[in-house]
């Protein structure tokens, strides 16, 4: 592995802390607020602030011509709606430690994906890989089947947004872009974040905007963390990380949010869980830690 800068490793530790304690904080907000109200608003102004950055930086930020905008909707759709819209459902039927477990089966999805329709070669390391995440799901599976009020239903909304975002990723690898990818990004959450919000205003009860003080401080982290500062931190390292090390930052985010789920949420992780979650470890070490995949090619959010 590479070795990091100090400003490199800082900056890397802060993003998984971000992105790992994410999940119980999004779990938070679901107390109070429906889900598709939650992810639109918060999404429409992560876009906002994004759109104010990366345009003080001098960046290209309107798409032009057919292409990029085609580019905007073609991998808006698994990256950021699919992923983000069947994320958030999912997290309100499951404890958040374990939809981020689920969540971050993506990379072997990706290469699965990669095998069956885009002729890449079937390793062993993927059979493995393949064969550990089909562990960890049924370990959950069966937990969900066996508990009173148990939500199988999520652990399967859990893996549509997986595959969402694996297919993304290839999209993003395969695509040959020329919009700056901070600008497609903002993009595809403000597309993104139009159809959400149609889709609360169809689906959803009206929302009552009078929250306690924990569900502000929610909203605040979504918007200013998730949607905002780790997005940041993500383009300033994305281009210099090595594989290896965009590999170690995707295993530890579960971690964290199966660990902080307890203190955030009082939500306490059963055996099911831990046996899960190294499951994923395995199974991400696998796929990613010796892969040449170029950092960064993944520019969702997440």
Request: glycine share 8%; charged share 10%.
């Given at each position: 592995?590479?070795?990091?800068?100090?400003?490199?490793?800082?900056g890397?530790?802060?993003?998984?802390?971000?992105?790992?304690?994410?999940?119980?904080?999004?779990?938070?907000?679901l107390?109070?607020?429906s889900?598709?109200?939650?992810?639109s608003?918060?999404?429409?102004?992560?876009?906002?602030?994004?759109?104010?950055?990366?345009?003080a930086?001098?960046?290209?930020?309107?798409?032009?011509?057919?292409r990029?905008?085609?580019d905007?909707?073609?991998?808006?759709?698994?990256?950021?709606?699919?992923?983000?819209?069947?994320?958030i459902?999912?997290?309100?039927?499951?404890?958040a430690?374990?939809?981020?477990?689920?969540?971050?089966?993506?990379?072997?999805?990706?290469?699965?994906?990669?095998?069956?329709?885009?002729?890449?070669?079937l390793?062993?390391?993927?059979?493995?890989?393949?064969?550990?995440?089909l562990?960890?799901?049924?370990?959950?599976?069966?937990?969900?089947?066996?508990?009173?009020g148990?939500?199988?239903?999520?652990?399967?909304?859990?893996?549509?947004?997986?595959?969402?975002?694996?297919?993304?990723?290839?999209?993003?690898?395969?695509?040959k872009?020329?919009?700056?990818?901070?600008?497609?990004?903002?993009?595809m959450?403000?597309?993104?974040?139009?159809?959400?919000?149609?889709m609360?205003?169809?689906?959803?009860?009206?929302?009552?905007?009078?929250f306690?003080?924990?569900?502000?401080?929610?909203?605040?982290?979504?918007?200013?963390?998730?949607?905002?500062?780790?997005?940041?931190?993500?383009?300033r390292?994305?281009?210099?990380?090595?594989?290896?090390?965009?590999?170690?930052?995707?295993?530890?985010?579960?971690?964290?949010?199966?660990?902080?789920?307890?203190?955030?949420?009082?939500?306490?992780?059963?055996?099911?869980?831990?046996?899960?979650?190294?499951?994923?470890?395995?199974?991400?070490?696998?796929v990613?830690?010796?892969?040449s995949?170029?950092?960064g090619?993944?520019?969702?959010?997440?």
């Amino acid at each position: 592995m590479t070795a990091l800068s100090r400003r490199q490793l800082f900056g890397l530790v802060v993003l998984t802390l971000m992105w790992g304690l994410n999940w119980p904080m999004m779990k938070l907000s679901l107390r109070e607020m429906s889900p598709l109200h939650f992810r639109s608003l918060t999404m429409a102004l992560g876009a906002l602030g994004l759109w104010l950055v990366f345009r003080a930086q001098g960046l290209r930020m309107v798409p032009k011509g057919r292409r990029e905008w085609r580019d905007v909707v073609v991998l808006g759709l698994p990256n950021v709606l699919g992923w983000h819209g069947l994320s958030i459902v999912a997290l309100t039927q499951l404890p958040a430690g374990r939809a981020a477990i689920l969540g971050f089966t993506m990379p072997v999805w990706t290469v699965l994906i990669a095998v069956l329709f885009y002729r890449e070669p079937l390793t062993r390391r993927l059979i493995i890989a393949v064969a550990a995440v089909l562990t960890g799901i049924a370990l959950l599976l069966g937990d969900e089947l066996v508990q009173l009020g148990g939500s199988p239903t999520g652990i399967l909304w859990m893996q549509g947004a997986a595959f969402c975002w694996a297919l993304g990723t290839i999209w993003m690898q395969r695509a040959k872009l020329t919009l700056p990818a901070e600008a497609l990004v903002v993009w595809m959450m403000v597309l993104s974040s139009a159809v959400l919000a149609a889709m609360a205003w169809a689906l959803e009860p009206a929302q009552q905007w009078h929250f306690s003080a924990p569900m502000w401080i929610s909203l605040v982290w979504a918007v200013a963390i998730n949607y905002g500062a780790s997005q940041v931190v993500w383009f300033r390292l994305a281009r210099s990380l090595p594989p290896s090390t965009s590999a170690m930052s995707l295993m530890a985010t579960p971690l964290i949010g199966i660990l902080s789920a307890p203190l955030i949420l009082g939500e306490w992780p059963r055996w099911q869980d831990l046996a899960a979650v190294v499951c994923v470890l395995v199974a991400i070490s696998a796929v990613l830690l010796k892969r040449s995949a170029k950092p960064g090619a993944d520019s969702s959010l997440r």
